[in-house]
C-alpha cells in the first residue's frame, strides 16, 4: 500500500479526441497526476444531451497517447455491462497500456445506466438487486481475469461456459480492483477482492451538511471498512483508500459559511486533503475542468489555471 498521498483526476468523457479530449489525457500525464480515471456510464447527469464517450475507447486511446499514466473507470457497474465480455475488454486494455489499468467498480444506482437497456414492462433493479448482482459479478470477473485459459460458470445472474481471455492480463495475477462501496455487502466484496476501496462520502450531506460532518460520516466508513476486513482475515492497511472528490458538503456552492471551498485556492484544497489523509486515504482525485459551453459541475476545477496550480503544488505540501 501507498505511504504518501498521491493525487489523480477524473476527465469527463466529453470532449471528441481530436478536438481537446488527447491534449487533456496528455496534460494530466506531464502535471505528474498519478491516474487519470473516467467515468462510464452511456450518459451522465446534466451531461446526457451532450458529447458523452464510452469509457474502454477513451481509456484505450488515452493508452496510445501516454507512457506512464495510470489510467482506469471509476466507476464500473453491471447495469450494462457482463463479467465475460468486460474481461475481454479489460485484458486488451491492459495489454495496451502495458499494464497500467486499474478497474474502479460498485454496484451501480439509478438514472440512464440503469434504465436505457430496459423492456418497456421491465422496472430498474432495487439497491438490494443491485447488491446481489455485484456480489455475483465481482467474484466472477475476478476468476475470469485470473483464469484466462477457460473458465465455466453458472450463477443466478450470470454464466460463463469455456470462457477464454488468453494470454491474459499483463498485471498479474489480474489488474487491481478499485471497489466503490459504503454498504455492508459491499464493504465486504472490498475487502475480499479489492486492491483498493473508493467513496464519495455520505451523499446524503451534500445538500444540507457540514464538512465536520462529512469527515465524521467518512471517517464511520473507513472503520466499517477495517471491520469488513477483519471478519475476512485481512489487514485493512493493505488497501489504498481513494476519495474521489466533489460530492461532499465542501462542494456545495450553495452552503455558506465554514472554511470555504476546496477549490478557492491550492493552500483550501491542501488543508481538505490533509484532513482525509489523516483518515487513511492514500489517493485524493480531483475533477478536470469541463468544457465552458457545456452544463455548470461544481464537482469540477472550474479554472484550467487553478487546477494546473493544485496538481503540480497540492502533492509537495502534503508529503
Known amino acids: ?56 475507447p477513451t481509456l484505450t486511446a488515452a493508452a496510445c497517447a501516454t507512457s506512464r499514466l495510470r489510467l482506469g473507470t471509476l466507476v464500473t457497474s453491471p447495469n450494462f455491462r457482463h463479467p465475460v465480455t468486460l474481461a475481454k475488454e479489460l485484458i486488451s486494455l491492459d495489454d495496451i497500456s502495458g499494464g497500467r489499468v486499474t478497474l474502479g ?5 439509478s438514472g440512464f445506466d440503469a434504465t436505457t437497456l430496459l423492456r418497456g414492462d421491465e422496472q430498474p433493479w432495487t439497491p438490494r438487486e443491485r447488491a446481489d448482482r ?44 478499485a471497489v466503490a462501496a459504503t ?23 451534500y445538500e444540507s451538511g457540514s464538512a465536520a460532518q462529512s ?47 476546496p477549490f478557492d485556492s491550492v493552500d483550501a484544497f491542501v488543508d481538505f486533503a490533509g484532513r482525509h489523509a489523516e483518515l487513511g486515504f492514500t489517493e485524493i482525485v480531483i475533477h478536470a475542468p469541463v468544457p465552458a459551453d ?7 476545477v472550474a479554472d484550467e489555471r487553478l487546477f494546473e496550480e493544485i496538481a503540480t503544488q497540492a502533492p509537495a505540501q502534503l508529503a
Open 134 to 177: 455485484f456480489g455475483e459479478f465481482v467474484p466472477l470477473l475476478d476468476e475470469l481475469l485470473r483464469e484466462p485459459a477457460g473458465l465455466t460458470r453458472e450463477g443466478e445472474f450470470y454464466a460463463a461456459h469455456e470462457a477464454r481471455n488468453l494470454p491474459g492480463c499483463a498485471q498479474r495475477p489480474r489488474l487491481p480492483f
Open 215 to 261: 469527515l465524521d460520516a467518512i471517517r464511520g466508513q473507513v472503520a466499517k471498512l477495517g471491520k469488513a476486513c477483519a471478519e475476512g482475515g485481512r489487514d485493512a492497511d493493505g488497501l489504498d483508500k481513494i476519495l474521489l472528490t466533489g460530492f461532499t458538503p465542501e462542494f456545495n456552492p450553495e452552503l455558506a459559511g465554514g472554511s470555504g471551498r
Open 105 to 109: 467498480i460498485g454496484a451501480g444506482g
Open 1 to 56: 500500500m501507498s505511504t504518501t498521498l498521491r493525487l489523480s483526476t477524473v476527465i469527463l468523457p466529453v470532449r471528441r479526441w481530436h478536438e481537446g479530449g488527447r491534449s487533456q489525457w496528455q496534460r494530466a500525464e506531464e502535471l505528474g497526476l498519478h491516474a487519470a480515471y473516467t467515468y462510464d456510464h452511456l450518459a451522465w447527469r446534466a451531461f446526457r444531451d451532450g458529447p458523452w464517450f464510452g469509457a474502454v
Open 294 to 300: 457545456g452544463p455548470e459541475f461544481a464537482a469540477a
Open 183 to 205: 454498504g455492508p455487502r459491499g464493504l465486504r466484496v472490498a475487502a475480499r477482492y479489492g486492491q483498493a476501496w473508493v467513496t464519495t462520502g455520505d451523499p446524503k450531506l
